[in-house]
């Protein structure tokens, strides 16, 4: 088994997860990346943990995955929910159990901080990230994502 490690980021992960979020901009069809806006928003969840968290995977000391946990208030659930974003494995680190291991690490952070729900997104034709997804028992929602640039 690979020695992984999953934690919290630190100000000295943020170039690696800069190159994480490079390859998965690259692969979605609504972002591009913006390696400098990446940065910033990095820094920004880093410096202020109340935003959010954001989880690193490592394999023998380097960074290899990701996920951004952002939170944020429900009045239908009445608290604190999350919204998961950014979730990705380096391509070769894929389709060993990791991906699950990291979801699966910051669904039992949630938790035990109290969230009510966690939502995320996924491009609706990435059926390899819907049906991994689905494994991990996120379900579709009867309402539909809109977006307004500003």
Known sequence: MTEVDIGFATAADLEALAELLSELFSLERD?????????????????????????????????VGMANALITI??????????????????EHRGAGLGRRLVEHVL???????????????????????????????RFSAMQVLRKSL
């Open 31 to 63: 972002f591009a990346p913006d390696r400098a806006k990446q940065l910033a928003a990095l820094r920004s969840i880093v410096d202020n943990p109340t935003l959010g968290r954001l989880f690193v995977l490592k394999s023998h000391g380097q960074v």
């Open 108 to 138: 039992d952070w949630a938790a035990a901080q109290g969230m009510a729900r966690v939502t995320l997104l996924a491009d609706r034709d990435n059926a390899a990230a819907l049906n991994f997804y689905s494994r991990l028992g996120f």
């Open 74 to 91: 429900s009045t239908a659930e009445g608290g604190p929910v999350l919204l998961l974003e950014d979730v990705i494995l380096k391509r």
